[in-house]
Nanobody, 114 residues
Framework: QVVESGGGLVQPGGSLRLSCTASGIGNYLNYIVSWHRQAPGKERELVASISQNGGITEYADSVKGRFTISRDNAKNTVSLQMNSLEPDDTAVYLC????????WGQGTQVTVSS
């Protein structure tokens, strides 16, 4: 399973750090891990992804320079550091681990509001 944590309510300009921890899916080193988000009434969008060894990262244009994805394979964890948060970042953030098949987490709510 894949479990997200770290969401919450934050003011515009603030920061949050999300974590995605996997268990029972085999060797975590095989998995590409990505963060996605879905806001009410909007399609799910890819936010960031990271390769198996962490050497390749990709970001949506809307979060470049503000979000950083990283992974600790020893802890089966991928993190998403989110800085300079904006109200448009409000969404449910979901983690996806992909290798032969995809495992999705249930999501964690991020709300950016004053």
């Amino acid at each position: 399973q894949v479990v997200e944590s770290g969401g919450g309510l934050v003011q515009p300009g603030g920061s949050l750090r999300l974590s995605c921890t996997a268990s029972g899916i085999g060797n975590y080193l095989n998995y590409i891990v990505s963060w996605h988000r879905q806001a009410p009434g909007k399609e799910r969008e890819l936010v960031a992804s990271i390769s198996q060894n962490g050497g390749i990262t990709e970001y949506a244009d809307s979060v470049k320079g503000r979000f950083t994805i990283s992974r600790d394979n020893a802890k089966n964890t991928v993190s998403l550091q989110m800085n300079s948060l904006e109200p448009d970042d409000t969404a449910v953030y979901l983690c996806k681990a992909t290798y032969l098949r995809a495992f999705w987490g249930q999501g964690t709510q991020v709300t950016v509001s004053s």
